[in-house]
Each structure stands twice: as structure tokens, then as C-alpha cells.
């Protein structure tokens, strides 16, 4: 199994690819000014967070983009990486009414894809000043939280997840788990 982390600038990008490696993926961390023709081979792909509000500023997303519409396989996104998917499937991205920052308890909304097998509310770590503003259409709501409402997607037919929180830190709890459901779907 195959799956790039595409660095977004993100402060954690280096903590997604040690959880793939440590779930024995074949995986390396991928500029994101990378062509998508020289994606060769892969299972998925994962688009790492970023700087603050650098999902609101196209630019420094490179070609995050091309991936959402070329590639055939699934797509995680997470946090700026999940904005700038919700935003380039038409969503509204802005600040948030609260920043989350730290620990926070998340509220599980569809159990069927990322938390399945999940319990109902954990705790998972965030940290982010944007947030989506409602979701994309043909995507469902799989998780909020009291402040973010926002804070799990899905996208069956297009294969593409995105959590707005970091489920590669240490202190979210069920990490291993949204990951290890992200890479069931590639065995699909």
C-alpha cells in the first residue's frame, strides 16, 4: 500500500507520515507544488494542514487542487487540507466564531466511514483559526464539535474524507483508528 502525505506548511505534516509508517504503509512526505503526473502509483493520498488561513489563500495550496479532481483514489484531507477540499467543492471557508486550539470533545455524526467503530464523543486535538462554514455539496456531515460544526466530511463516490482536527497527534484519542479506516477504503 501507497499513500503521500502532500506537505501544506503544516507544523505536524512529519507526525502523518510517521503514523503511516508505523502502520507499514509505503509512504514520503510530497511538496505540494508537486504534478500530479508524478504521482505514480499510489493507493491514496493525504493533504497535510497548513499554515494559519493558508487553505483561504489558494496560492499557497499549490496543486491541491488537481489532486481533488484527478486522482481516481482516495483523499484525506486534513484540517487546512480538509478547508481547502470543502472550498474547492464549493463551500465557504472564514474565521472561526471560536479558534479551537488544543484539546477539544469531538461529536461523532455518521459512523459508516473515518469513525466507524468509533465511539459517540472523544477527545481530539485542533488547531485552527478558519473553519468551513457549511458543507460541501454531495458530501455528509460525519462529526462536529460545540464550537466547530464542522468538523468531519465524506464524499463516497468521489472517495474524498477530511477531518478539521489532527488525529496524527499523540492526545487525539482513536487516532491510529481514523487512520487505519482511511486505509481500509484503499483495499475497496
Not at 502525505?5 to 514520503?28: A, C, F, I, P, S
Not at 486534513?78 to 474547492?88: L, T, W, Y
Not at 466511514?113 to 483559526?129: I, K, R
Not at 477530511?162 to 484503499?186: C, K, M, R, S, Y
Request: net charge negative.
Amino acid at each position: 500500500m501507497k499513500v503521500y502525505v502532500v506537505d501544506n506548511g503544516g507544523q505536524w505534516t512529519h507526525r502523518e507520515w510517521r503514523v503511516l509508517k508505523y502502520l507499514r504503509v509505503e509512504t514520503k512526505i510530497v511538496p505540494n507544488n508537486t504534478p500530479f503526473d508524478e504521482l505514480r502509483g499510489l493507493d491514496g493520498l493525504l493533504l497535510s494542514g497548513g499554515a494559519p488561513s493558508v487553505a483561504c489563500d489558494t496560492n499557497r495550496m499549490g496543486f491541491n487542487g488537481d489532486y481533488l479532481d484527478k486522482a481516481d483514489y482516495p483523499i484525506l484531507g486534513i484540517c487546512a487540507g480538509m478547508q481547502f477540499m470543502c472550498q474547492h467543492f464549493g463551500s465557504e471557508l472564514g474565521p472561526a466564531k471560536v479558534p479551537e486550539f488544543g484539546e477539544v470533545k469531538l461529536s461523532v455524526k455518521d459512523h459508516s466511514d473515518l469513525f466507524a467503530g468509533l465511539p459517540d464523543e472523544f477527545t481530539v486535538v485542533c488547531s485552527h483559526n478558519d473553519e468551513v462554514k457549511q458543507v460541501p455539496e454531495g458530501f455528509r456531515l460525519t462529526a462536529s464539535s460545540e464550537n466547530c460544526p464542522v468538523e468531519g466530511v465524506a464524499n463516497d463516490s468521489l472517495k474524498r474524507y477530511g477531518v478539521q482536527f489532527h488525529p496524527e497527534v499523540e492526545n487525539t484519542e482513536h487516532g491510529a483508528e481514523i487512520f487505519q479506516n482511511f486505509l481500509g477504503f484503499l483495499k475497496k
